[in-house]
């Protein structure tokens, strides 16, 4: 089982940044996933924001987010970063990291191929 812990979100002012970090909980590589990033809004169907391909050929930016967030691996750190700047009044949500196990998928792949998902950070924006 890969076990998957988000850490980052917290709450800034609109246009303000924020810096998510998707982790597996006992430290091990996350190079041979793909890993994408989610959030969901109350009320709203969660969305895939981003993703990078376990190969790092492929990167995917929801357009909403395209210029703003940027999606890269940390090899020292065995984490996937989600930085987010010039944050906006539609991006509060429960932020979430999920992985695909099968490393010959390329980004966009959508809810239903990721087997793995963490709990959830919240990214509140004021202002």
């Known amino acids: 089982q890969v076990q998957l812990v988000e850490s980052g979100g917290g709450s800034v002012q609109t246009g303000g940044s924020l810096t998510l970090s998707c982790a597996e909980i006992d430290g091990l590589k996350l190079g041979y996933y793909a890993i994408g990033w989610f959030r969901q809004a109350p009320g709203k169907a969660r969305e895939e924001i981003s993703c990078?391909?376990?190969?790092?050929?492929?990167?995917y930016y929801r357009e909403s987010v395209k210029g703003r967030f940027t999606i890269y691996r940390d090899n020292d750190k065995k984490t996937v970063e989600l930085q987010m700047d010039n944050l906006e009044p539609d991006d509060p949500a429960v932020y979430y990291c999920a992985a695909d196990t099968f490393a010959a998928r390329e980004c966009p792949l959508g809810y239903a191929e990721y087997d793995y998902w963490g709990k959830g950070t919240q990214v509140t924006v004021s202002g």
């Open positions: 990078i391909s376990a190969s790092d050929f492929t990167k």
